[in-house]
């Protein structure tokens, strides 16, 4: 059989081991082992106060996304999106954000949810199937999580371009001038909608960053067989930058996430963020990972993971002591017990209310349909509306 051109050896130079380590292109800024280095366009000056607090960040999303997924194997949620491994992606875009910024998550953002004050228990009541996501997106500036794949990137390009058109992009307001950034997977990046999004944001020059948590499985399909190219590299294609960077390192993440939010607010345009990480856990609790993936790859991303390299790095440069760790850890436990006792607590829902949100203002189908169901509730003995 002959071989077609693009099907061969040079898929190995594209995924090979050096590019299945991020690449050249790679932006870090905290290596694996602890150690500080720069970068020509992407340092940033941190305080011991910024890397205990990326820290303590980092370690109770991970303790939220531990319970989570014991709460589901208990019998107490319906199903958990895990995010283990994927912290420091989250906290450095989470935190790189302004007030006034916008965000578009997926259904794992847990992580960015918490640095936008988002109460943990909410998450757990839209796993839990009580409520559709029970947070007010007006009061934090984070959209309700998004089930369906890649959706939100044309949601939030729209924002992006709505906020254009309000004026608050490139008014040299710090207060004033926003941006809007959309999360997703390498999988979404299949999708029509991101695609779609893209040219959107390009055409229109809208304040948008593409953010891209890259953990190289979409669900049981490693990332070769959805890209021919590293994904950050897509973007030129629409005419605008990408940039890879290490989603294992916190401090790079939030660099370059930073720098592209302010691109965006200064009325620059959109740019793609590749987040390289890697989902150490599951899809979702549904998922058993151990059919499809190497337990070789799996201990090779432990030695990279994102917590354990900003403790190696606080405790080698003095910045924290045991006092701080410990304070951390009991954070943790006392965060772990008010989301086992919360979650069983969160009531269930009253049947009439979900018709609450359908509509700003009620349409008379709707109406006709309350009405109904409302009647159908009545025939039950001690039916609750």
């Known amino acids: 059989m002959t071989q077609q051109p693009g099907f061969?050896?040079?898929?190995?130079?594209?995924?090979?081991?050096?590019?299945?380590?991020?690449?050249?292109?790679?932006?870090?800024?905290?290596?694996?082992?602890?150690?500080?280095?720069?970068?020509?366009?992407?340092?940033?000056?941190?305080?011991?106060?910024?890397?205990?607090?990326?820290?303590?960040?980092m370690v109770l999303t991970r303790r939220i996304d531990t319970e989570a997924t014991a709460l589901q194997r208990h019998g107490e949620l319906g199903i958990w999106a895990q995010l283990l491994g994927q912290e420091a992606a989250q906290i450095g875009a989470g935190r790189a954000l302004r007030p006034q910024d916008y965000v578009f998550p997926t259904y794992r953002e847990h992580g960015?949810?918490?640095?936008?004050?988002?109460?943990?228990?909410?998450?757990?009541?839209?796993?839990?199937?009580?409520?559709?996501?029970?947070?007010?997106?007006?009061?934090?500036?984070?959209?309700?999580?998004?089930?369906?794949?890649?959706a939100q990137a044309l949601h939030a390009t729209g924002y992006a371009m709505g906020i254009q058109r309000d004026g608050d992009v490139g008014t040299g307001d710090p207060e004033r001038d926003a941006a809007v950034i959309a999360h997703f997977g390498d999988g979404a990046s299949s999708q029509g909608d991101v695609n779609e999004a893209f040219i959107f944001a390009a055409s229109y020059n809208a304040p948008v960053v593409f953010f891209c948590q890259n953990n190289q499985w979409a669900i049981s399909e490693p990332i070769e067989r959805q890209t021919r190219i590293p994904l950050y590299q897509r973007a030129l294609g629409f005419g605008f930058p990408g940039v890879r960077v290490?989603?294992?390192?916190?401090?790079?993440?939030?660099?370059?996430?930073?720098?592209?939010l302010q691109r965006a607010r200064d009325g620059q345009g959109p740019t793609l963020v590749e987040a390289y990480t890697y989902r150490m856990g599951a899809h979702t609790t549904t998922d058993d990972p151990t059919r499809y993936r190497l337990s070789d790859d799996v201990e090779h991303w432990k030695l990279k993971d994102p917590i354990a390299r900003v403790e190696v790095y606080l405790k080698r440069n003095g910045?924290?002591?045991?006092?701080?760790?410990?304070?951390?850890?009991?954070?943790?436990?006392?965060?772990?017990?008010?989301?086992?006792?919360?979650?069983?607590?969160?009531?269930?829902?009253?049947?009439?209310?979900?018709?609450?949100?359908?509509?700003?203002?009620?349409?008379?189908?709707?109406?006709?349909?309350?009405?109904?169901?409302?009647?159908?509730?009545?025939?039950?003995?001690?039916?609750?509306s």
Not at 18 to 38: A, F, I, M
Not at 131 to 142: E, K, L, Q, Y
């Open 8 to 57: 061969g050896p040079d898929l190995v130079e594209v995924f090979g081991p050096s590019q299945r380590d991020g690449g050249p292109d790679l932006v870090q800024l905290l290596t694996p082992e602890g150690e500080r280095v720069h970068h020509p366009e992407f340092d940033h000056d941190f305080s011991a106060e910024d890397l205990r607090g990326f820290y303590r960040d």
């Open 112 to 150: 960015v949810a918490y640095c936008r004050g988002v109460d943990p228990l909410n998450l757990l009541g839209l796993f839990r199937g009580v409520d559709h996501g029970a947070w007010n997106p007006n009061d934090n500036n984070f959209g309700l999580y998004t089930i369906v794949i890649g």
């Open 246 to 260: 290490d989603g294992n390192d916190v401090l790079a993440t939030y660099a370059v996430t930073q720098a592209a």
């Open 319 to 384: 910045l924290a002591d045991d006092a701080f760790f410990d304070g951390v850890k009991q954070e943790a436990d006392e965060l772990g017990h008010h989301l086992r006792e919360g979650c069983k607590a969160l009531p269930d829902p009253k049947p009439m209310s979900m018709f609450d949100h359908v509509y700003a203002e009620e349409t008379e189908e709707l109406r006709v349909q309350r009405e109904g169901y409302a009647a159908y509730l009545e025939t039950f003995e001690g039916a609750h």
